[in-house]
Nanobody, 114 residues
Framework: EVHLVESGGGLVQPGGSLRLSCAAS????????MTWARQTPGNGLVSISQ????????SYLDAVKGRFTISRDNARNTLYLEMNNLKPEDTGVYFCVQYQLSARGQGTQVIVSS
């Protein structure tokens, strides 16, 4: 059974940083591209960053480019999202997603507020 578990969310002040993690199990993690997506208040789920299976090809939504960094550790079956210079509009629930397998974690809440 495919299982994705996010962690690392929390309350942070504007300009602060957080590092999200996603532990994957139940599939061969190293063979699949992975995505971080977020759901913000009043909006649907939006993909914000993707990384290919080998970790050498990454893409970002313009709104987070230059502030967020996606990475992965295939030996640890873990996906990461380093978030810097956080803004109030980054507030939302962040999900780890594998679209081919229709898999998504339960999400981790990020609140950016002073």
């Amino acid at each position: 059974e495919v299982h994705l578990v996010e962690s690392g969310g929390g309350l942070v002040q504007p300009g602060g940083s957080l590092r999200l993690s996603c532990a994957a199990s139940g599939f061969t993690f190293s063979k699949y591209d992975m995505t971080w997506a977020r759901q913000t208040p009043g909006n649907g789920l939006v993909s914000i960053s993707q990384i290919n299976s080998g970790g050498d090809n990454k893409s970002y939504l313009d709104a987070v480019k230059g502030r967020f960094t996606i990475s992965r550790d295939n030996a640890r079956n873990t996906l990461y999202l380093e978030m810097n210079n956080l803004k109030p509009e980054d507030t939302g629930v962040y999900f780890c997603v594998q679209y081919q397998l229709s898999a998504r974690g339960q999400g981790t809440q990020v609140i950016v507020s002073s």
